[in-house]
């Protein structure tokens, strides 16, 4: 059984930085396409970043040159370095996994997604 577990949300002042992170349990990591996706409460589930199995990287213009993700096949890991947030990047952040190794903004390409975990930035 896959499961993707989030970790590293949290409240944070405004200008601040939150490190988030997702391991993926019950299959091969290495050839999966991850992304980050937020949801913010009475608005869609959004797409913020993504990583190819060949670590090609991409970003949504909102959190283009703030947000950093990378990912650690050796720990079957991905993390969203987030920097400079302001209060719009409030939202459950959910990892997502891609089976066909690509990365994309497309929610509904993605296979596998965790539970989420709560960022919440404060002004």
């Known amino acids: 059984q896959v499961q993707l577990v989030e970790s590293g949300g949290g409240l944070v002042q405004a200008g601040g930085s939150l490190r988030l992170s997702c391991a993926l349990s019950g299959r091969t990591f290495s050839n999966l396409g991850m992304g980050w996706f937020r949801q913010a409460p009475g608005k869609e589930r959004e797409f913020v970043a993504g990583?190819?199995?060949?670590?090609?990287?991409y970003y949504a213009d909102s959190v283009k040159g703030r947000f950093t993700i990378s990912r650690d096949n050796a720990k079957n890991t991905v993390a969203l370095q987030m920097n400079s947030l302001n209060p719009e990047d409030t939202a459950v952040y959910y990892c997502a996994a891609d089976k066909t190794g690509r990365t994309n903004n497309n929610v509904y390409q993605y296979d596998y997604w965790g539970q989420g975990t709560q960022v919440t930035v404060s002004s």
């Open positions: 990583i190819s199995w060949t670590r090609i990287t």
